[in-house]
């Protein structure tokens, strides 16, 4: 299986070569402000099956967990593309792309 992806523009694109390992919907705090209200649908790609292309920003924060967060976007137009986070007991991080366009 291969999915892909992008921002608005096109400047941003990923692939992944197998599905999914889970899709969810989240109701976290950031998620229903980043959803306007509705939460977010993702879904979670181990890092190795994901590449990813073109320049991106990013905005890290902590969870009430403890865990950071890295929300990142595209640099052109703002699209959000992916985030990763850091657990605080497992010192990890995998990137998790949103939505296919």
């Known amino acids: 299986m291969q999915l892909q992806g992008g ?3 096109k400047a941003v694109r990923w692939q992944a ?3 999914p390992l889970v899709t969810r919907h989240c109701w976290c705090r ?3 402000y980043i959803g306007a209200g509705s939460g977010t649908v ?5 890092r190795d099956q994901v590449s990813l292309s073109g320049a991106t920003g990013s905005y ?3 969870a009430d ?4 967060i890295e929300r990142h ?3 052109s137009c703002g699209r959000r593309d992916r985030s990763s986070w850091s657990s605080a007991s497992a010192r990890s ?3 998790m792309p949103w939505r296919r366009p």
């Open 65 to 68: 967990s403890g865990n950071t």
């Open 30 to 32: 950031d998620c229903q």
């Open 7 to 9: 921002c608005l523009c």
């Open 42 to 46: 993702n879904m979670m790609m181990r």
């Open 93 to 95: 991080t995998t990137p």
């Open 60 to 62: 890290a924060s902590r």
């Open 17 to 19: 070569t197998a599905a």
């Open 73 to 75: 976007f595209c640099a």
